[in-house]
């Protein structure tokens, strides 16, 4: 069965330092991967999402995630935190047979603290 | 623009009440998700639904049910609901996905459900 495990439930950097939030995958197939951010008292919504071109994704607000088929990783960075970018991360991988429902698995959670 | 809509931000139910949560989508997409998203636990998918009057279970149904008589309309229901069913659930879209491309998911806002 696939899964998603994000390392560390909270993360708190400083404005202006890198952000690094981590996330491994486990998949017996090629996997599709996504990212999704969720601001206080809203919805998800999508960062970006890998499905299987570029190894290197860039995404909105400045986030980029790298697909490492040999660390089955997909960790999220930022070269430069913001205050405004202080919310709950999600890292999700496609349901393996899910066929063409669209279906997604998520991991936990990390939630994003940045101090001034 | 993409508007995935819940009827209720919030809701506050007695224990054994029949509860109806709507989402509404203007997208014309196929498939429709219903999560709820706990501290520490991340989303996890209650019913999935991809046409009209089909549904699937997702990892955990119990105690719910769904209905989707229109494509842009999917009711999770809580026949009669319980304490341990306070949470924030979460509405979905996407598209028929005929590869990883389409995958993307549409959140709406939530819904806080206190059950006492």
């Known amino acids: 069965a696939q899964s998603v495990t994000q390392l560390g439930s909270h993360v708190s950097v400083s404005e202006g330092a890198l952000v690094l939030l981590r996330c491994n995958y486990s998949?017996?197939?090629?996997?599709?991967l996504f990212w999704y951010v969720q601001y206080p008292n809203q919805g998800l919504q999508l960062l970006l999402k890998?499905?299987?071109?570029?190894?290197l994704v860039k995404g909105i607000n400045g986030f980029e995630a790298e697909f490492k088929k040999s660390e089955t990783s997909f960790h999220l960075t930022k070269p430069s935190a913001h205050m405004s970018d202080a919310a709950e991360y999600f890292c999700?991988?496609?349901?393996?047979?899910?066929?063409?429902?669209?279906?997604?698995?998520f991991g936990q959670g990390t939630t994003l603290q940045v101090k001034p | 623009d993409v508007k995935v809509t819940q009827s209720s931000r919030y809701l506050v139910k007695r224990t054994g009440e029949k509860v109806f949560l709507e989402c509404v989508q203007d997208?014309?997409?196929?498939?429709m998700f219903w999560y709820r998203q706990d501290p520490g636990l991340g989303l996890r998918l209650i019913y999935f639904?991809?046409?009209?009057?089909?549904?699937e279970k997702g990892d955990i149904p119990e105690g719910y049910s769904v209905s989707r008589e229109k494509k842009e309309r999917f009711s999770l229901i809580l026949e009669s609901a319980s304490t341990n069913q306070t949470s924030m659930y979460l509405c979905?879209?996407?598209?028929?996905?005929?590869?990883?491309?389409?995958?993307?998911?549409?959140f709406g806002p939530g819904t806080r459900l206190t059950v006492l």
């Open positions: 999700a991988v496609r349901g393996q047979g899910s066929g063409n429902t669209g279906k997604l698995i």
């Open positions: 890998y499905t299987s071109a570029a190894t």
């Open positions: 998949s017996s197939v090629p996997p599709y």
């Open positions: 997208m014309d997409h196929e498939n």
């Open positions: 979905a879209s996407s598209l028929y996905s005929s590869g990883g491309s389409t995958d993307t998911q549409y």
């Open positions: 639904s991809y046409d009209v009057k089909m549904k």
